[in-house]
């Protein structure tokens, strides 16, 4: 095991942050939570829509993971939405960042940023990687500025952005949407089923930023298993998986009338076919490459 490490997280409270300090924890390091309140013990309080953050306490940390930002599929996308994603993501990374600069010489040794697949936009059957161009619309201009915001660090310390695709999990996020429907027979493919969905596992997804925070890696990650699925692969194995029917397909106006048109479009339809070439360049090996496996494991079957 590397030396013990002391990792400041934000959005430590969310999904992921929440699995990530148990795995840290787990693995002898220290996790410490930075938070939009008064922080208790062992706790940093910030504040990044003020520009808020004194440097003098990221000064102890080995390094900081970013997970800060609302959730993309939480609320409709008002424009009042919108600009929340972008800026709850944009003012977090760039006050950690100045922070960073304050700091120079003493900063963390490395900035583990939080990114997603939405990078690439819609991009049918095309074969995505690290070195793959931005796609155009709002996820993929979202995620380019989350990131530039990021790398600026790279002159005082290591910076690793991180782009996370479908994280299964029965926890949150949209597995935990499908599955009462799937559970009552009622799940089926998202329009034709053609397009493709990049995931992993949450035991995978926390493996791989414990590996971008414990290595001296940099760059960008896709934070996706080798073996992404079309959703009507996706959708055969998860009722398979539960043993329930998958018969009924869902036409696109449905999740389009629900939740409005550019949202279902972005997290249902749009297609993106991402391989993680950075984490295999560097020796990173998946528990559940494959994605009924997958399933089975993060749904106790």
């Known amino acids: 095991m ?10 430590s409270s969310g999904l992921i942050g929440t699995a990530l300090k148990r795995a840290l924890t787990d693995a002898g390091h220290t996790a410490i939570p930075i938070v939009r309140r008064a922080a208790g013990d062992g706790e940093i309080s910030w504040d990044p829509s003020e520009r808020r953050l004194d440097p003098a306490d990221l000064a102890e940390l080995d390094v900081v993971v970013n997970l800060a930002g609302v959730g993309i599929g939480d609320k409709r996308w008002t424009d009042e939405y919108r600009s929340l994603i972008r800026t709850s993501r944009i003012d977090s990374t760039e006050t950690l960042v100045d922070a960073f600069h304050q700091l120079g010489a003493d900063a963390p040794g490395a900035l583990v940023s939080a990114s997603a697949i939405g990078y690439y936009g819609d991009r049918d059957d095309e074969t995505l990687t690290e070195t793959s161009a931005p796609g155009d619309g709002f996820l993929p201009s979202v995620c ?15 910076v690793a952005t991180v782009r996370t695709g479908v994280v299964l999990t029965p926890d949150g996020g949209a597995l935990a949407k499908m599955l009462p429907l799937f559970k009552f027979g009622l799940g089926g493919r998202f329009g034709d089923g053609r397009q493709w969905w990049s995931w992993i596992s949450l035991t995978d997804e926390v493996r791989a930023i414990v590996h971008a925070i414990t290595s001296d890696v940099d760059g960008a990650f896709n934070l996706t298993a080798p073996n992404p699925a079309t959703n009507r692969e996706f959708t055969d194995v998860l ?6 029917p998958t018969f009924l397909p869902v036409p696109a106006f449905g999740p389009k009338l629900v939740v409005g048109s550019d949202l279902a479009q972005a997290l249902l339809f749009d297609s993106a076919r991402v391989i993680p070439a950075a984490l295999a360049d560097h020796g990173f090996e998946f528990e559940h490459p494959g994605l009924e496996a997958a399933l089975r494991a993060e749904l106790g079957r």
């Open 239 to 244: 009722g398979d998986v539960l043993g329930r």
């Open 144 to 158: 380019t500025q989350w990131e530039q915001a990021a790398v600026r660090a790279g002159d005082v310390t290591r």
């Open 2 to 11: 590397s030396a013990p490490l002391r990792v400041g997280i934000t959005g």
